[in-house]
């Protein structure tokens, strides 16, 4: 065995042309089947205390899970092309959105905040679809000025001045923690796209003392502030929550309880279902449960970053690791505060936390990752040649096209075609200027003094020497 080959069984499987692929399938049904167990479990009783079915919830979270399922598959299917097409009219549909849900009567008012469309039965929340376009175009706007060499400013602007508008009108809402993913997305984008680590410093200094000012702005976000920094001071207030969850880990030891054994969601902890997701699975699968959560996630730091540097697109290579760097912090953010590490923002847990559309956009943005995934070099060598694809046959998936430069070209948006042809058109003036000054020594030799007869004799002499030498 050569020192190239993989040594162990899991080498030779990561080895595979579809590994990445089959690694984000995999974590996305498993953290979707334990959000579903989960849920089910930490809101049963709840829903029951309320006079619902005990499965109301469960039943709802299901029914986005399947129409995020629906999502994942159109996101494996879409060619890389259309997502570049479609990236700036989705961006500017949901920056309508999050305008038209901040109206009176358009935007439904729900737990403190109007950040809710009703379609029916259904409630949509277009912050969550601002996450997904800001990602898609952010990652078009910088691949496309990478292969120019763009400048600083072509990188910050418009990217920050659009993200900064986005988060505004979250902010309005109100809904910081959305604003923080928000924050975390710009920011993976300009850190990915090639931003100066000084420059972006800088800006993630001025985004964190932004994020502290409203932290402290309002009344509920100012109290969790300052609960975290003296958790004894209202154990039966605002630092209540808090202080629940961390019994309810406690309570849970190395094994758990049992699935279904939670004391905490007898209405001890409140948003058990949601924000607090991570302590019923503390309480009831112990430290072993806590432990696989957090594996999954750092399986897709892994998977995210490998998709990344192997993909030969720059625009796969951006949204592949801005994604990968918005689920897992946002995932980490979750755990953080729920085990006392960080302030309560109220950030969701990805695909296990209760929440509709969290849920299916999560989804969607897992299936761009696949999508990704099925672009490496090596596997669509493979799918080309019908090696390892059942798994593509049985979903009728179509094969990858290789990445083109000159077809990335063609997506450019028009500003950027625009610089195209201006430094088009400077090569060719600078060509034009040359020409004219060769043209001018021509002249200026064809046109030059003949030499007098003296010297034409001299010349005559050395070439009639040189030819007898």
């Known amino acids: 065995m050569t020192g190239n080959q993989p040594r162990t069984y899991i080498g030779t499987w990561l080895a595979r042309p579809l590994a990445s692929f089959h690694l984000i399938v995999t974590i996305a049904t498993l953290l979707t ?53 479609l990236s700036f009219p989705a961006f500017a549909v949901s920056v309508v959105a999050l305008v038209l849900v901040l109206i009176p009567g358009i935007g439904v008012m729900a737990q403190g905040g109007r950040r809710w469309f009703y379609l029916g039965p259904v409630s949509v929340q277009p912050s969550e679809v601002a996450k997904v376009t800001l990602a898609l175009w952010g990652a078009h706007l ?17 990217l920050v001045p659009a993200g ?51 932290a402290v702005s309002a009344g509920y976000r100012s109290a969790r502030v300052q609960a975290f920094f003296n958790p004894g001071s209202d154990p039966q207030g605002i630092g209540y929550q808090a202080r629940q ?81 918005w689920i897992v912090i946002q995932a980490f953010i979750n755990i953080g505060y729920v085990v006392g590490l960080l302030p309560v923002t109220g950030l969701q847990l990805p695909l296990v936390s209760a929440g509709g559309s969290s849920l299916a956009i999560t989804l969607l943005m897992f299936g761009i ?29 179509p094969k990858p096209e290789p990445y083109s430069p000159a077809r990335a070209r063609a997506t450019r948006p028009e500003a950027t075609r625009r610089a195209a042809v201006r430094q088009a058109q400077l090569r060719q003036s600078q060509v034009r200027r040359s020409q004219v000054r060769q043209a001018q020594v021509r002249q200026s030799t064809v046109h030059r003094e003949p030499p007098r007869r003296g010297e034409r004799r001299m010349s005559y002499d050395r070439r009639v020497s040189g030819e007898r030498r």
Not at 44 to 56: D, F, M
Not at 373 to 395: K, N, T
């Open 164 to 214: 900064v508008v986005v988060c505004m009108l979250v902010v309005l809402q109100p809904n910081l923690s959305t604003t923080i993913t928000l924050g975390i997305i710009l920011a993976a984008l300009l850190w990915f796209g090639g931003l100066p680590p000084r420059i972006f410093a800088g800006l993630i200094g001025v985004g964190g003392l932004l994020a502290a000012v409203l």
């Open 369 to 397: 990752i696949a999508n990704a995934a099925r672009h490496e070099p090596e596997a669509i060598a493979a799918l080309h040649a019908g090696q390892d694809g059942r798994f593509s046959r049985l979903l009728r998936l």
């Open 142 to 158: 910088l691949a496309s000025r990478q292969s120019q060499r763009a400048s600083l400013k072509d990188i910050i602007v418009p």
């Open 245 to 325: 969850a961390m019994y309810s880990l406690a309570d849970g030891g190395i094994w758990g309880r049992g699935l279904g054994q939670s004391r905490a969601k007898w209405n001890y902890l409140p948003n058990s279902h949601n924000d607090f997701i991570f302590a019923i699975i503390g309480e009831e699968l112990g430290f072993l449960g806590c432990a696989l959560v957090i594996g999954l996630f750092a399986l897709l730091v892994y998977a995210g970053l490998r998709i990344a540097t192997r993909s030969v697109d720059p625009f796969l290579r951006l949204l592949t690791a801005t994604a990968t760097t």
């Open 33 to 85: 089947v334990l959000g579903l167990v989960m849920v089910l479990s930490a809101s049963s009783v709840e829903a029951y205390t309320e006079g619902h079915s005990p499965y109301s919830l469960f039943t709802q979270q299901a029914i986005f899970a399947g129409l995020g399922l629906v999502l994942f598959y159109v996101a494996l299917r879409t060619p890389i092309r259309a997502l570049r097409k």
